[in-house]
């Protein structure tokens, strides 16, 4: 079981130990049985090389670290809606009003659709000479949680937490599923991306993000990987940006590249060193 921990672990930064190593080990023998494979050994090497691919989202399919749903945190969207991104628009110039966010480990995409619904809200309210051109990049390393983000089809479940008015307004329910609308799928760009590959992600884009939300993801990751990420999102932030976690995760516990900064009943973080 060590081989498989380690590869996911070398692969994808995940570390699944202590608390959640019992589900990992139930997890991976059901896709041992599932594939009709020998033993443990015969998984690894059909994770490492056979199936490497398509096995590592099977099996982060199967080990279900990508559930989510719409209006997560509200107190920390709202922080971003009512305070983080108002300020953003004051601070752009009529040369550069483009604002750049990424939300990180979107999953399905409730996080950015969710981001993108209130976005709209906050510009229907600003004079239309300071409309900012908003750019959400959504990435996941599961390629099957991305194709049904792309699709913008979601069920009950994951409409629980949003409100009535944001249902009726941006989503039309269509056998027995609510669809995003049109409007809301232009802002919104799916791309895989592996989170462990730090070096191809901080590579030059020609921009910096302005916000980046990365929530209940860096709790997967080993502390020196979560680290790694953390100095990561530290070079492609812009100087006045700001990064989201959940409120359960701590960016200035894997590194001092950041600070902490309350905003209303929430608190986030922006570089420490500006």
């Known amino acids: 079981m060590k081989l498989v921990r380690d590869f996911m672990c070398e692969t994808l930064g995940l570390s699944f130990y202590n608390g959640q190593g019992k589900v990992f080990e139930k997890r991976v023998a059901e896709r041992i049985e599932e594939l009709k494979l020998a033993d443990i050994y015969n998984y690894y090497l059909a994770l490492k090389h056979r199936y490497k691919e398509i096995e590592l989202i099977n099996l982060i399919e199967k080990l279900n670290i990508s559930e989510t749903y719409f209006y997560r945190e509200e107190e920390k969207l709202n922080a971003f809606k009512d305070y983080i991104f108002p300020e953003l ?69 994951s409409m ?46 020609g921009f910096t993000f302005d916000v980046i939300f990365c929530r209940n993801v860096l709790m997967y990751f080993s502390a020196d990987r979560a680290k790694a990420v953390i100095e990561g999102f530290y070079k492609i932030l812009d100087d006045d940006g700001v990064l989201l976690v959940a409120s359960t995760e701590s960016a200035s516990r894997h590194s001092d590249l950041f600070k902490i900064k309350k905003v209303e009943n929430s608190f986030v973080y922006t570089k420490a060193n500006i």
């Open 89 to 157: 628009i004051n601070g752009k110039s009529t040369n550069d009003n483009l604002i750049h966010i990424w939300s990180a480990g979107c999953s399905t995409g409730e996080e950015p659709f969710t981001l993108a619904m209130m976005l709209k809200e906050k510009l229907e309210d600003i004079n239309p000479s300071k409309i900012p051109n908003v750019r959400i990049m959504a990435t996941d390393i599961n390629e099957i949680s991305l194709s049904r983000a792309r699709k913008g089809a979601y069920d009950d479940w």
């Open 160 to 205: 629980r937490h949003l409100p009535k008015y944001y249902i009726d307004k941006y989503t039309t329910k269509k056998n027995g599923t609510y669809e995003v609308t049109e409007d809301l799928k232009k802002m919104v760009e799916f791309l895989p991306l592996n989170l462990n590959n730090i070096d191809l992600w901080i590579k030059k884009r």
